[in-house]
């Protein structure tokens, strides 16, 4: 989502679903993630972790691009 925002925009999760296939174990795993739609607002995201060759757990998350807070002056 970082790579979607502006300096000016924040990501504010929507909807996060998440199924766990399978075990992982201790070791290595390699996670993938890729932006599946990217609107004015709203981005759906997917992403993926595999082990071994073998996918243990998917996500997919609706996010929605809102304007960063200025800080507080002190």
């Known amino acids: 989502m970082a790579a979607t925002a502006t300096r000016d925009e924040r ?3 929507l909807e996060l679903h ?3 296939l399978r075990p992982a174990t201790v070791g290595p795993i ?3 993630a890729r932006v599946v ?3 004015r607002e709203i981005v759906n ?3 993926e972790l595999s082990q ?3 996918t243990v757990a998917t996500a997919t998350a609706t996010c ?3 304007a960063a807070r200025p800080k507080p002056s002190a």
């Open 11 to 13: 990501c504010a999760t």
């Open 18 to 20: 998440t199924s766990f």
């Open 30 to 32: 390699r996670a993938s």
């Open 37 to 39: 739609r990217c609107g």
């Open 45 to 47: 995201v997917t992403g």
């Open 52 to 54: 071994d060759g073998r």
């Open 64 to 66: 929605m691009l809102v």
